[in-house]
Nanobody
Framework: QVQLVESGGGLVQAGGSLRLTCVASGRTLYAMGWFRQAPGKEREFVAAISWTGGGRYFGDSVKGRFTISRDNAVNTMYLQMNSLKPEDTAVYYC??????????????????WGQGTLVTVSS
């Protein structure tokens, strides 16, 4: 079993930056990624990274602005968010899956989910 805990959400002005952190229990030899969900909208794929860190994938809406990374030595994954826009406002969820990071782009069912952290971007 894997437990995921996100942190780092908060209030930031448009154009600013924020870094989200996801800490996993045990070994983190899973593909991991980030999803987000705004009120009234479906959960959206944001980014994913393979367990080795060699494969990285991003949703079209964040490509070029967000960076995903992981440090398996401390069982931690990061999402660096730059040039934030009001439409980035959402609850961000950390996920881990035994499948591929590439597959996380389209699959909605993951093995493990975190509790979510709220990111609010003001105009």
């Amino acid at each position: 079993q894997v437990q995921l805990v996100e942190s780092g959400g908060g209030l930031v002005q448009a154009g600013g930056s924020l870094r989200l952190t996801c800490v996993a229990s045990g070994r983190t030899l899973y593909a991991m990624g980030w999803f987000r969900q705004a009120p009234g909208k479906e959960r959206e794929f944001v980014a994913a990274i393979s367990w080795t860190g060699g494969g990285r994938y991003f949703g079209d809406s964040v490509k070029g602005r967000f960076t995903i990374s992981r440090d398996n030595a401390v069982n931690t994954m990061y999402l660096q968010m730059n040039s934030l826009k009001p439409e980035d406002t959402a609850v961000y969820y950390c996920a881990a899956d035994s499948g591929t990071a590439q597959g996380m782009r389209t699959r909605k069912e993951m093995d493990y989910w975190g509790q979510g952290t709220l990111v609010t971007v003001s105009s």
